[in-house]
């Protein structure tokens, strides 16, 4: 199975999301990263089930909330370049790759 690995940017909207969440209705922040998990398993296990959106860079959607993970593979590796909010400027982290 591939190694996986966030940028930092990732990860802030990470928590980001979980503090929005947590905000919003007690323990819905746990199901955010429930699905997050979910969804990481999925992509380490098959990496290119993601929809190509670029040359090199895939998105996965989330199931539940609207959120996708936005990877790219580097060798035995997947970068985590975005959990991007699907109420965002689709592209806005274009910059990180």
Known sequence: MMRIRFLSLA????DDAVQWYEAREEGLSREFLDE????VRLVRRYPFAGMQIEP??????FTRFP???IYGIDEETIVVIAVASQ???PTYWSDRI
Do not use: A, I
């Not at 990860?11 to 990470?14: D, M, Q």
């Not at 997050?36 to 969804?39: N, Q």
């Not at 090199?56 to 959607?61: G, H, N, S």
């Open 36 to 39: 997050l998990d979910r969804v």
């Open 56 to 61: 090199d860079v895939r998105r996965f959607l």
């Open 87 to 89: 109420h965002r400027e």
């Open 67 to 69: 959120y996708s993970l």
């Open 11 to 14: 990860n802030r909207e990470v």
